[in-house]
Nanobody, 125 residues
Framework: QVQLVESGGGLVQAGGSLRLSCAAS????????MAWFRQAPGKERELVAG????????YYGDSVKGRFTISRDNAKNTVYLQMNSLKSEDTGVYYC??????????????????WGQGTQVTVSS
């Protein structure tokens, strides 16, 4: 079992930055690919960024490329999402998720074995 707990969300003005963290329990964190999804009101959950078990094989959604950076520290069982130049359309609940999917991440939510409870990010314009 892997338990995931997100933190770092909040209210920020457009153009600002936030850093999300996702702390994982369990000794097998390093064997999972990790991803950040977000869900805006009335919309489907979408993949924002993904990272392979060893920190490679990075993925970014088109809407966040050049602004967001995903990283992980396996020694601390933590994955991060640095979000810069935030826009109002980045508003939503952000979830981290863990997968054994080959390649380390997937756009399909059913490929993920564990999910965090989510953290709210609100960007005011």
């Amino acid at each position: 079992q892997v338990q995931l707990v997100e933190s770092g969300g909040g209210l920020v003005q457009a153009g600002g930055s936030l850093r999300l963290s996702c702390a994982a329990s369990g000794r097998i964190f390093s064997s999972y690919g990790m991803a950040w999804f977000r869900q805006a009101p009335g919309k489907e959950r979408e993949l924002v960024a993904g990272i392979g078990w060893n920190g490679g094989n990075l993925y970014y959604g088109d809407s966040v490329k050049g602004r967001f950076t995903i990283s992980r520290d396996n020694a601390k069982n933590t994955v991060y999402l640095q979000m810069n130049s935030l826009k109002s359309e980045d508003t939503g609940v952000y979830y981290c998720a863990a997968t054994r999917f080959t390649g380390g991440w997937s756009e399909r939510t059913y490929e993920y074995d564990f999910w965090g409870q989510g953290t709210q990010v609100t960007v005011s314009s």
